[in-house]
């Protein structure tokens, strides 16, 4: 009685102008700095006349990918507990299989953005190019990893020792 839907329609209206929802060429969704390939209008190649050819079937982009995903996501959850609970006692297995799967983890994140964000068919090149430093920057990771495993104390080790360390230096003041 009080609320009347003719009162709200007016309200409902502004706020989903078409506007909104409307982009023009100088409003597109690519990113700026990075050369994009031309587009074909509406994404279409072709026309209506030539037969569909479907893609090559890779089942390793699909569930194969996903279910990786998952399974790192899902494996991540006892090696990041087992220091938790050992009080950063763990041996060096334990500590070098938690930092390759943390390394994996990360790298299957940022492709997946890369695929996202940066596709192929848009950004040609840049595509391939982000995909190699990414590549890049796990080989230094990898590299990383094993000086942390041969000459540090491991990752967990390392990590210890910094919140030691600023423990201590709470302490002297």
Not at 55 to 83: C, M, Q, T
């Amino acid at each position: 009685m009080f609320t009347r839907p003719a009162l709200l329609r007016p309200v409902f209206r502004s706020t989903t102008n078409r506007a909104l929802f409307h982009t023009t060429k100088s409003n597109n969704l690519t990113i700026p700095f990075l050369s994009t390939l031309p587009q074909a209008p509406g994404g279409v190649k072709g026309d209506v006349n030539e037969a569909f050819v479907p893609p090559p079937v890779d089942k390793v982009h699909g569930s194969y990918h996903w279910d990786f995903e998952r399974v790192l996501a899902v494996s991540l959850i006892p090696l990041v507990s087992l220091p938790l609970a050992s009080g950063a006692g763990i041996p060096v297995i334990a500590d070098t299989l938690l930092s390759s799967v943390l390394l994996a983890h990360c790298y299957v994140g940022f492709q997946s953005c890369i695929i996202d964000y940066i596709p192929k068919r848009v950004y040609g090149k840049n595509h391939n190019y982000a995909m190699y430093l990414l590549t890049l920057g796990s080989l230094f990771s990898i590299a990383g990893i094993y000086h942390l495993e041969t000459k540090e104390n491991g990752l967990i080790g390392v990590l210890t020792s910094c919140w030691k360390e600023e423990s201590k230096t709470e302490e002297k003041k």
